[in-house]
């Protein structure tokens, strides 16, 4: 069984750019959910896809934006980089539908630093 | 809207001195609480699912317990390779089932 898997491991950027993070789910999971987490803090929800739709956003501006693929490998896309956005960047996956919440298993992260 | 609180920040204990993690949390129609082991620079890992009060689950030396207002995870006799950030979290399971994490505890055993 094949775990969570990002990519980049580390990026540097400038304000003002673009990023693409990349995540690929745990085998048999259908849902991928994104959040943020900044040095010594809790992880922040972004946002969350279930099957290809974006099922549930957190309190993160429209610049912060998402797909998910047929494969339900996903990308984070985060548009106009403000220096606040340097963080760890981290994708879990779930198997999710009718039973309940199941519990998401997490990446090893992305390191965004925003110069 | 939902908000979890852990607590200590940070702890520091000798190899072998047991101690416990508190998360309180204040959610409407909590559907699941986790806990997460988090190392530096790594993504959470996953320990323990609790669903309704008066539940329990043990992993090695960790157990977790859980009531209507808040969750203790008990670190019986730890060993150094217990060293890690502790973080807690809550779902309503509503649409997007988020995770709602507190801050995490900082657990430090020295040999």
């Known amino acids: 069984e094949t775990g969570v898997t990002q990519s980049p491991t580390h990026l540097i950027k400038t304000r003002g750019q673009q990023v693409t993070l990349r995540c690929s789910s745990q085998s048999g999971h259908n849902t991928v959910s994104w959040y943020q987490q900044a040095l010594g803090q809790g992880p922040q929800f972004i946002f969350q896809y279930y099957r290809e739709e974006e099922n549930g956003r957190g309190n993160f501006p429209p610049r912060f934006s998402g797909l998910q693929f047929p494969n339900y490998s996903s990308e984070l896309n985060v548009n106009a980089l403000e220096l606040d956005d340097s963080a760890l960047y981290l994708c879990?996956?779930?198997?999710?539908?009718?039973?309940?919440?199941?519990?998401?298993?997490f990446g090893p992260g992305t390191r965004l630093t925003v110069l | 809207e939902d908000q979890v609180t852990q607590s200590p920040e940070a702890l520091r204990l000798q190899e072998g001195e047991s101690s416990s993690l508190n998360c309180s949390y204040t959610?409407?129609?909590?559907?699941?609480l986790f806990w997460y082991r988090q190392d530096p620079g790594k993504g959470p890992e996953f320990l323990f699912t609790?669903?309704?009060a008066g539940e329990e689950k043990e992993k090695e030396r960790l157990k977790a317990t859980l009531t209507k207002k808040e969750s203790f995870l008990h670190i019986t006799a730890p060993k150094p390779e217990d060293s890690a950030t502790y973080l807690c979290?809550?779902?309503?399971?509503?649409?997007?089932?988020?995770?709602?994490f507190g801050g995490g505890t900082r657990v430090l055993v020295k040999p």
């Open positions: 879990a996956s779930s198997l999710d539908g009718a039973g309940g919440p199941r519990e998401q298993f």
């Open positions: 979290a809550v779902t309503r399971g509503a649409a997007g089932n988020k995770l709602t």
């Open positions: 959610v409407s129609g909590l559907r699941g």
């Open positions: 609790l669903y309704s």
